[in-house]
């Protein structure tokens, strides 16, 4: 089996930044509110012209050019999303053809929140057996699309973003464990309820606002903290490894309380936790991903480093891997 790690990273982030100041002019809710509960600041919005696959694109020639590759290179494009530019094709395609990538074999996952964890976790078994060389992994939403801008309990958590990696052959270190769990009894936690098979879209749904997340935060909440420290020390087990062997840990960025508890399971110290939800808030599968290009680019991981990923979302979904840099 080949050793395999990440050898490029991207991100991009749409410019326009919608403030929580601006956000108390639309629902009844408050900065303090935000800040408190939440830890997020800022969040950034697609323009109008904008898809999850131009998004994607941009993040994706990043990671190209840092892994010193061409689009024609990689054999590979997984996308993680839940808000894609239509139901098919693929944001993968959409983007294979943006970049120019045609060798590439493409399609999306449906992992939300975890999504960059699980995707990471699938191409890493295509490179590892020989396969495929080179891999694009992509987490990319434009959360703005399904969200309900008049429902104060969701509408201050999300936002747009994107974040790639390549994924690739090293000689040493790369990922030394990934551990996925699904639970889907708990989907009313967290979902869309129209839109898709079971209620088609019609002016009824539309008008009853049904093509928006829908979220029981409280619940949530508990179960992020707990599975996503479950996820987090059977990843660290598997690479024969220890809590405090970690030297970064790149969660996924849905609210800082959830990110400091699950934190506090692991008696992980606050500093080696990478947070960047203040100025993105919620971006589901782009959060991991954008996480860990800024960490990498602000020379937070550093060769040799032990680094986790760990991420929970609707499904639910969770999962965590450990990379050695
Ligand atoms: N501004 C002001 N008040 C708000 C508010 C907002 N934006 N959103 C909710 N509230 C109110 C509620 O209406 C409630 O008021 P009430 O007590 O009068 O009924 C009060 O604040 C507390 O609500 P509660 O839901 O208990 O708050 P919380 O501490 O659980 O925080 C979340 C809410 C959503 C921030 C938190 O539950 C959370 O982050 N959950 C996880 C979400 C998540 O991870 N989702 C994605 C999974 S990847």
Not at 38 to 61: Q, V, W
């Amino acid at each position: 089996m080949k050793k395999v790690g990440i050898i490029g990273t991207g991100e991009y982030l749409p410019k326009k930044v919608l403030t929580n100041a601006a956000l108390e002019k639309m629902v009844d809710t408050s900065d303090e509110w935000i800040t408190t509960r939440t830890g997020i600041k800022e969040r950034r919005m697609r323009a109008k012209n904008e898809a999850t696959s131009d998004l994607a694109c941009k993040a994706a020639k990043q990671a190209l050019e840092d892994a010193r590759l061409k689009p024609q290179d990689i054999d590979l494009i997984i996308v993680a999303t839940i808000t894609p530019d239509m139901p098919f094709p693929s944001v993968a395609c959409l983007l294979q053809n943006a970049l120019g990538a045609t060798r590439a074999v493409c399609f999306d996952i449906s992992a939300a929140c975890a999504g960059f964890v699980y995707a990471i976790s699938i191409a890493r078994q295509f490179i590892s057996r020989g396969a495929y060389k080179f891999a694009l992994v992509v987490g990319a939403e434009t959360l703005s699309t399904v969200t309900d801008w008049q429902d104060r309990n969701t509408c201050v958590l999300f936002g747009d973003g994107a974040g790639a990696v390549v994924l690739g052959e090293v000689k040493s270190g790369g990922i030394l464990s990934a551990y996925l769990g699904s639970d889907g009894s708990k989907k009313d936690l967290l979902y869309i309820p129209a839109g898709g098979s079971r209620m088609p879209s019609t002016h009824q749904t539309v008008d009853e606002r049904l093509h928006y997340i829908k979220m029981q935060g409280n619940e949530l909440f508990k179960l992020a903290v707990t599975l996503m420290a479950e996820a987090a020390q059977v990843a660290i087990k598997e690479a024969g490894l220890e809590c405090k062997d970690v030297d970064l840990v790149i969660p996924h960025q849905a609210n800082i309380r959830i990110i400091l508890a699950m934190a506090k399971k692991l008696k992980l110290p606050r500093e080696k936790i990478y947070l960047n939800i203040e100025k993105y808030g919620n971006m589901s599968s782009a959060s991991t991903a954008t996480a860990l290009c800024e960490a990498v680019k602000e020379g937070r991981v550093k060769k040799g480093d032990i680094v986790l990923l760990d991420a929970f979302g609707a499904g639910l979904v969770w999962g965590a891997c450990i990379i050695k840099w």
